[in-house]
């Protein structure tokens, strides 16, 4: 009997024991369940946030596909996006490669239609065909052989000698004006020969090529003691000595044409600084 008892009470401490074990071993299993059912519930809960905020984002690019009109970027719920199209980058470059065509046509038929007579060969401004020498800038220009101050004995050595050479446009013989004076140009470069005769260097005056006659007007002055005197080198009243030049002949008329100008030849004015010139023009 009481070994039977004791029996009893073994078994019942090991079904305990086993028990126990067994608790522990469902506890065991529970919380690895609920672990595992808590990350498999935070994995969905990321699957369905990720896929919500995907879904929203092709919502809003939908959305702006169907935009017709918009800038290159823009900002919806918050977000920037940029909106550059592959379609839109290849009109654009279409566009530009279209406006090059046009411009390659244009200059081309440009360099065409040109007459040939606006080219300019020697670049003076006046194209070919209006221009008597094309193949170069015809100049006029002016050489002083020798200046003869007749009045010698008033001379000093502070006394100096200049001209002044101009082109006069549209001038008037007949009341000795004129529009307006171009390349007015004021020389003291001379050298003296003897004590009343000097060289003066020459003169290039630049005219227009397209017209063979031009007017062209000489006056030459006496400085002493910073007084200008007005020297008489002509026998009538035009101010200095006027000629007509023609570039293509090289000739000229007017005041003078012989090449030589005395302002003595009876012109009847004692009160004149008479001088005399010998002078030459060509055309450069």
Not at 72 to 92: A, L, P, T, V
Request: glycine residues 4%.
């Amino acid at each position: 009997m009481c070994w039977w008892v004791i029996e009893m009470n073994e078994n019942n401490e090991n079904e305990i024991e086993l028990e126990k074990k067994h608790n522990k071993i469902i506890d065991f299993v529970d919380n690895l369940s609920s672990d595992s059912k808590r990350k498999a519930d935070k994995k969905n809960d990321i699957d369905i946030i990720e896929k919500n905020k995907t879904n929203k984002l092709d919502n809003e690019l939908e959305f702006v596909k169907n935009v017709k009109s918009f800038d290159k970027d823009k900002k919806i719920n918050g977000r920037i996006y940029n909106f550059s199209k592959s379609k839109e980058k290849k009109e654009s470059k279409k566009k530009i490669f279209s406006i090059l065509i046009i411009l390659i046509i244009l200059i081309s038929v440009i360099i065409i239609i040109i007459p040939k007579g606006v080219s300019d060969s020697d670049g003076d401004g006046i194209p070919d065909e209006k221009d008597l020498f094309p193949n170069k800038n015809a100049k006029i220009k002016f050489s002083v052989i020798n200046f003869t101050y007749l009045k010698y004995n008033r001379l000093t050595n502070y006394t100096n000698f200049f001209y002044k050479i101009s082109e006069l446009k549209n001038f008037d013989w007949g009341n000795f004006t004129y529009d307006y004076k171009i390349d007015n140009v004021t020389l003291f470069n001379y050298s003296k020969i003897n004590n009343n005769t000097f060289l003066f260097k020459d003169t290039i005056i630049d005219v227009a090529d397209n017209i063979a006659s031009h007017t062209i007007n000489i006056q030459f002055y006496m400085l002493e003691n910073e007084i200008t005197t007005f020297l008489d080198i002509d026998d009538d009243e035009t101010g200095g000595l006027t000629i007509e030049y023609d570039l293509i002949s090289g000739k000229w008329t007017g005041d003078d044409n012989s090449g030589v100008s005395n302002g003595s030849y009876d012109d009847g004015i004692i009160t004149n600084t008479d001088c005399k010139l010998e002078y030459n023009f060509t055309t450069v």
